[in-house]
């Protein structure tokens, strides 16, 4: 079973920043395959963030562009999301997805 951990939520102002991680120790290499962030706020679907591909070629949701950026950490076996300019409706929990399995998700509660 893989199993996928986040870290790096919290709380922040708006304005602020916060990176996020996702981190596994089920001997897989996030490299290897397509990896993704979603998130889901309260009483909404989940929706994806941003994606990233084996090659490296990345795509953002059109609420996120200029202000998120996904990228992996190939030395530490991460995959990452730095998020800029933080608003209160980025609040939700954020989730990081590689090929099938998910993490459990951090909370990122932004405050106006």
């Known amino acids: 079973q893989v199993q996928l951990v986040e870290s790096g939520g919290g709380l922040v102002q708006a304005g602020g920043s916060l990176r996020l991680s996702c981190a596994t120790s089920?001997?897989?290499?996030?490299?290897?395959?397509?990896g993704a962030w979603y998130r889901q706020a309260p009483g909404k679907q989940r929706e994806l963030v941003a994606s990233?591909?084996?090659?490296?070629?990345?795509n953002y949701a059109d609420f996120v562009k200029g202000r998120f950026s996904i990228s992996r950490d190939n030395a530490k076996n991460t995959m990452d999301l730095q998020m800029n300019n933080l608003k209160p409706e980025d609040t939700a929990v954020y989730y990081c997805?590689?090929?099938?399995?998910w993490g459990q998700g951090t909370q990122v509660t932004v405050s106006s």
């Open positions: 997805k590689h090929v099938i399995y």
């Open positions: 089920s001997g897989i290499l996030l490299s290897a395959n397509t």
């Open positions: 990233i591909g084996s090659g490296g070629s990345t």
